[in-house]
């Protein structure tokens, strides 16, 4: 490994004052050209980038280097790009992914479909393409990013600066978190495309009644930021104080969330009648199906398979005959109905379920979401969440 490349896996973790960061940066050019610090979540994290005229760039926060970015293309702030071959032996700024797997001795590896990185003896260096795609054109890398943490597992240091979810925090004069306008500032993002809200989880209107109402030890709302697809979590523990983190899926999966309590037990006049207007659980098969109604309609969302590597569900309105079937046999005939569907291949235009799929209507998404919402507390992801 070209000892370049070694000063920056040993400066990894490291404090800005500490001379293998200071020798890092005397390398990219001394003085940076541009520098950014935020504050990011809640307790809050002091995130700091430094760029360099050379086309380098550190990431520290907290004072401890979490990211050094060689960038292979000008940037807003850097109008030189770092010569790639002085940091990596064989390397050019127009590598193409098989460019770099020659001269990098680490096992290439992805994170999700866009995202190339190469495990290193001390860290990793994760490959940034234009538009995360197009590895086997030169020209499309912009960036090699080094990391201690493994990519896909973690949020990516440099989406500290995303301009649709980092700065959602609001905070006081003494510089804590004002829950209220914080709530308000992500219903806005929320409600202005930025931000989309998992059904699995709280609903972020309800959040503050919810704790408020003291019923539950830990209240959770998890939205994706649909700019850098981190997951914003806000989470209020009975007796503490907020936290407000940016977690990669993987994280954000790994928390726990009780059983919420039916609504009457918590929420005012207006909630309780939104919700008895909206779609209820009914019964379910793990794995299988489930039973949700709303008003006098019975809908079966049956699970089917398309590949070996991909399935998916399809929602059905129960036709006058089901329901008689189902009044008579009860979860027998729904067992049997969703393997019928499940044979039937809704997914193809031929299937006499393809054109009764909810799912699949004008409609759909708002169906996905009511059914979500629905089964909120019965799902397998539910079982994780309230037992770990």
């Not at 309800?206 to 930021?225: F, I, K």
């Not at 009648?273 to 659980?281: D, P």
């Not at 019975?298 to 399935?311: E, I, P």
């Not at 049997?336 to 031929?350: D, K, Q, V, W, Y």
Request: aromatic fraction near 6%.
């Amino acid at each position: 490994m070209p000892s370049r490349l070694r000063m920056i896996l040993d400066a990894l973790t490291l404090s800005e004052r500490d001379a293998p960061v200071r020798s890092l940066a005397e390398a990219f050019g001394g003085a940076p050209v541009w520098v950014s610090e935020v504050l990011v979540g809640e307790p809050a994290v002091r995130s700091r980038r430094l760029r360099f005229a050379s086309g380098g760039e550190l990431i520290l926060q907290d004072d401890a280097l979490v990211a050094v970015i060689l960038h292979t293309v000008p940037t807003a702030h850097s109008p030189s790009a770092i010569d790639l071959s002085e940091w990596l032996e064989g390397a050019h700024n127009a590598a193409t992914l098989d460019d770099l797997k020659k001269v990098i001795a680490g096992r290439r590896r992805f994170a999700g479909l866009g995202t190339p990185y190469f495990e290193l003896d001390a860290g990793y260096a994760r490959a940034e393409f234009r538009d995360r795609r197009g590895w086997n054109d030169p020209g499309n890398l912009v960036a090699l990013v080094f990391t201690l943490e493994q990519p896909g597992l973690v949020v990516r240091p440099e989406d500290d600066l995303c301009p649709s979810c980092s700065g959602l925090v609001v905070r006081d004069r003494v510089g804590a978190c004002d829950l209220e306008r914080t709530v308000e500032a992500i219903a806005e993002a929320l409600a202005a495309g930025l931000l989309q809200e998992s059904a699995s989880w709280v609903r972020l209107s309800d959040l503050r009644p919810l704790h408020t109402s003291g019923l539950m030890e830990r209240v959770e709302s998890q939205l994706t930021c649909l700019t850098c697809r981190r997951i914003l979590c806000v989470t209020l523990v009975r007796g503490g104080t907020p936290v407000v983190s940016h977690l990669a899926l993987d994280q954000a999966r790994r928390h726990r969330l009780g059983a919420i309590p039916p609504v009457e037990q918590w929420g005012d006049a207006a909630r309780i009648a939104e919700e008895r207007e909206a779609m209820r659980y009914v019964d379910h098969e793990p794995g299988r199906w489930f039973l949700v109604a709303q008003g006098e309609r019975l809908y079966l969302d049956a699970r089917y398979v398309v590949t070996n590597m991909v399935d998916d569900s399809a929602l059905i309105c129960l036709d006058e005959d089901e329901l008689e079937q189902y009044r008579l046999a009860g979860r027998t005939y729904l067992s049997e109905l969703a393997e019928r569907i499940h044979n039937g291949s809704p997914h193809r235009e031929s299937s006499p379920y393809f054109s009764r799929d909810l799912r699949r209507g004008p409609e759909g998404a708002a169906y996905r979401e009511a059914v979500s919402r629905a089964i909120v507390n019965h799902t397998w992801l539910a079982g994780r969440r309230q037992h770990g």
